[in-house]
């Protein structure tokens, strides 16, 4: 068995990089595009890397969103876990800037009536796009607030008409060692999958996305689609997919490929069930002013949309089916 590189954030200390507000980094960004422009530095670092994003239109739901303040542009581009790029949180900003997210396209097969290969524009095009201010929590025990941009799963799965065996919704990411420096190394079972019951996946919160703070998203954080399913652990929400298909049974999922005592299929946020090795119980929002004491708030059941999809799970034993 591969040991599962997940750690407990236990760490108080923030680096200055990360508590840049979405103002400065702005203006930073500025700054660094005109250095670019006349030549004086290359366009290789994280952060120009994320300035390549282009603005999108969307309409805000504050019906979908909750208040806590949204944590920075830079705090969201520059603590990330995207494995293909590397296993620590810096490696996705610094080592995705070869990747290429255009042109794309998306399989989709198994138990559906419509497959086959679209354009990222063709699963676009009937989707007008929203932004959520949802609650992301890690199973590390750190959490951030994120403006996703994006439309309803269920409005995109609908599109391919699902039979009646369609019982789960799997997910894969794209395969491209050449541009993912990760892939070269065994961290994980290559390509990275995910999967979602069908209830889950229609679940009016499901959103996949194609943004953050009105912008695409960057390659650190998916580019140029991913899944964000709030109320489940951040390992759940597939980055840069290419693949969905329609099955009857539960589909594989890589953490708990990796480390099956560690990671379920379900991995709803749980602060009950602790993880094996730490408690779930309360987590460090990224950015809050941490210095002497270390700052933690309680995780809520469900990350705090227990309201919404406590009714999905009623008859399980949330303990065995972690
Ligand atoms: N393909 C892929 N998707 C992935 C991961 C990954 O390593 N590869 N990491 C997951 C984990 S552990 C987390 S916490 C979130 C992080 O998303 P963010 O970097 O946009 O905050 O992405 C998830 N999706
Ligand atoms: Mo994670």
Not at 18 to 31: F, G, Q
Not at 64 to 93: H, L, M, Q, R, W
Not at 120 to 126: A, S
Not at 129 to 156: H, N, Q, T
Request: glycine content about 6%.
């Amino acid at each position: 068995m591969r040991i599962s590189r997940h750690k407990p954030e236990d760490c108080a200390c923030i680096r200055p990089s990360e508590i840049t507000a979405e103002a400065t980094y702005l203006n930073r960004r500025d700054v660094l595009k005109a250095a670019v422009a006349t030549g004086l530095i290359t366009s290789a670092s994280g952060s120009i890397q994320a300035a390549n994003s282009q603005s999108l239109v969307t309409v805000k739901n504050p019906s979908f969103s909750v208040s806590d303040k949204p944590n920075a542009y830079d705090e969201i581009t520059n603590y990330n876990n995207f494995y293909e790029f590397g296993t620590s949180k810096e490696d996705p900003a610094q080592h995705s800037g070869a990747f290429k997210p255009k042109p794309w396209s998306v399989k989709i097969g198994g138990e559906c009536e419509v497959k086959g290969s679209f354009t990222l524009e063709d699963i676009l095009k009937p989707h007008s796009l929203e932004e959520r201010i949802y609650r992301f929590r890690c199973v590390e025990a750190w959490s951030m607030v994120i403006p996703w941009v994006g439309f309803p799963l269920k409005d995109l799965l609908g599109r391919f008409k699902p039979t009646s065996k369609a019982k789960y919704v799997a997910f894969k990411t794209i395969m491209r060692p050449s541009e993912m420096p990760g892939q070269r190394f065994h961290t994980l079972d290559w390509p990275y999958v995910e999967g979602l019951r069908m209830d889950e996946a229609t679940h009016p919160l499901s959103l996949m996305a194609v943004g953050l703070y009105g912008k695409t998203l960057p390659n650190q954080n998916g580019a140029p689609l991913r899944l964000v399913v709030p109320w489940k652990y951040g390992f759940k929400n597939i980055k840069s997919i290419v693949e969905i298909n329609f099955v009857e049974k539960q589909p594989p999922s890589s953490w708990n490929i990796a480390n099956p005592d560690e990671y379920g299929f379900y991995s709803n946020v749980n602060p009950t069930v602790d993880h094996p090795r730490w408690s779930q119980a309360r987590e460090r929002r990224i950015g809050a002013s941490a210095g002497l004491f270390n700052a933690r708030q309680e995780t809520l059941m469900f990350n705090g949309y227990e309201a919404q999809v406590a009714s999905l799970y009623k008859d399980m034993d949330l303990r065995r089916n972690f």
